[in-house]
């Protein structure tokens, strides 16, 4: 985005060009009572300021810094080679001071991709924005001193501000935590190793199986760090950044489309980015509404979110891990439970969109207390790296990094199974058990397990494995 500004005889007014209509005010006033109330005369000249490209209906105020200086300086009272080569951001408080402001990450990384590499920032931003390689970022707390600092030449970039260190992420515990449900923890493996999608059937601990997932999944990638981090930015929530541990989130059934899709009003993403990279979580999933449901599918298909509205078209990163829990029907107290047959099947067809999208299917049962804990997470997460790296030597010269991305084209020419592999799985097509869509899917997951096991290409067993996991504890739910 780039400001300019023009002075030119007339009466002491400011024009806004290129903001939202209903913001033009707004800015307007807090503008000029931060300059007043800075020490500054207000100059005795016309001045228009105008952004381009135009900036979209939804503005937070992060310009008004950089709208200010350029009217100073349009205005003489800053020298205009000393702005020119900055990027200036923060809200301006009617008292003159800098506020910070939501995406500072990715918009200084936009900076210092074109080229521009000086950056002015809020104070409480500084170690935000110093994340950005190669970004010279320079914390201010007041409009006064910017300028005071702009008209003598003095203000230095802090070469030695330090960069934040990622925040660690600690999730609720260890797989060994979790008693007993052997077929949902080789679910969880697997869908580690694969990047599928895991639906959880029965009344057991799916909310402690979803929270230890993130621990045995690989540490981010620095470019997928960077990528959450961005995210979280944008949210407004880079203190909850997780840093290297892939993400998890975990919204509530009772939180709005907007609050879990993204919005375009509130240009804020949602909890579906917010666990890009990493798990999201959708405990009671029937509970949440149609329309939360029925959105998933795009991101679960593509990889992102596309939100439309207010004239503009917005794209947030969303690939995660999907984890899905049901109950068997929608009552809370199952010792007196009265729910019918019909009650049951809407209850479940809620997900009637979502499951066929799911890969990996289990069940899970509350276990009694002698029951014997299983491996910890350091033993998956070891047998869940080694997979992975499997996967990635055999996909090096593709764009996907899992399993679960590859296209269907290519699991039938670059990387067929084994002949009796794939005749089994074709044969539960031809049955009836699975779709078309679904054999893609099976045969995903077979790769899975023969990366798992180690082997060059999915055999008999691998297929064998790959139904026993769609079917799972869902085999009246949808294919």
């Known amino acids: 985005m780039d400001i300019e500004a023009d002075a030119v005889p007339g009466d002491a007014e400011l024009y806004l060009v290129g903001l939202p209509e209903l913001s033009v005010w707004p800015a307007r006033a807090r503008i000029r009572a931060a300059i007043l109330n800075s020490g500054t005369p207000w100059p005795d000249t016309t001045i228009t300021v105008s952004v381009s490209p135009m900036i979209p209906p939804v503005y937070d105020a992060a310009a008004d810094l950089a709208l200010a200086v350029a009217l100073l300086s349009a205005a003489g009272v800053i020298p205009p080679e000393r702005v020119t080569g900055r990027v200036f951001l923060g809200e301006l408080a009617l008292d003159g001071g800098i506020r910070p402001v939501r995406g500072v990450l990715p918009m200084v990384a936009a900076a210092v991709r ?24 320079m914390p201010v707390t007041r409009l006064a001193d910017v300028v005071d600092q702009l008209r003598h030449g003095i203000l230095r970039d802090h070469h030695d501000q330090e960069p934040e260190s ?47 997932l993130p621990g045995i999944l690989p540490p981010l990638t620095d470019e997928a760090a960077r990528q959450v981090a961005e995210i979280y930015s ?13 993400p998890l989130s975990a919204p509530h059934h009772s939180e709005t489309p907007a609050a879990i899709l993204g919005s375009v009003a509130a240009n804020r993403p949602g909890a579906v980015s917010l666990a890009h990279r990493g798990v999201l979580h959708l405990a009671d999933a029937p509970e949440f509404t149609r329309p939360v449901l029925d959105g998933l599918c795009q991101p679960l298909d ?100 899992t399993n679960a991305e590859v296209p269907a084209s290519d699991l039938r020419t670059r990387f067929p199974a084994a002949p009796e592999a794939a005749e089994l799985l074709r044969s539960a097509v031809n049955t009836g058990l699975v779709t078309a869509d679904g054999l893609a899917r099976l045969l995903r997951v077979a790769w899975t397990l023969a990366d798992l096991r180690g082997v060059d290409r999915p055999q008999f067993d691998d297929a064998v494995g790959a139904l026993e996991l769609w079917k799972g504890a869902d085999s009246d739910g949808a294919r």
């Open 302 to 401: 593509s990889g992102q979110v596309h939100l439309a509205g207010l004239g503009r078209t917005v794209r947030y990163p969303a690939r995660f891990t999907l984890v899905v829990d049901a109950r068997p029907c929608p009552c809370l107290e199952r010792r007196e439970c009265a729910c019918t047959p019909e009650v049951r099947r809407r209850y479940r067809a809620r997900l009637a969109l979502l499951l066929p999208r799911v890969a990996v299917r289990a069940p899970i049962e509350q276990s009694n207390r002698g029951t014997r804990a299983g491996e910890p997470s350091a033993a998956v997460a070891a047998r869940v790296l080694a997979a992975r790296v499997r996967a990635a030597h055999r996909l090096a010269d593709t764009p996907w990094r």
């Open 114 to 137: 074109a080229g521009i590499s000086r950056v002015v920032v809020p104070a409480e931003c500084a170690r935000e924005a110093a994340q950005v390689p190669g970004a010279v970022v």
């Open 234 to 246: 944008l949210a407004g929530q880079s203190d909850r950044a997780p840093g290297v541990t892939p």
């Open 166 to 212: 990622a925040p660690s992420s600690s999730f609720a515990g260890d797989l060994a935590d979790v008693p007993g449900n052997q077929a949902a923890r080789h679910a969880l493996e697997v869908c580690a190793a694969g990047g599928h999608h895991l639906f959880l059937s029965g009344d057991g601990p799916a909310t402690m199986l979803a929270e230890r």
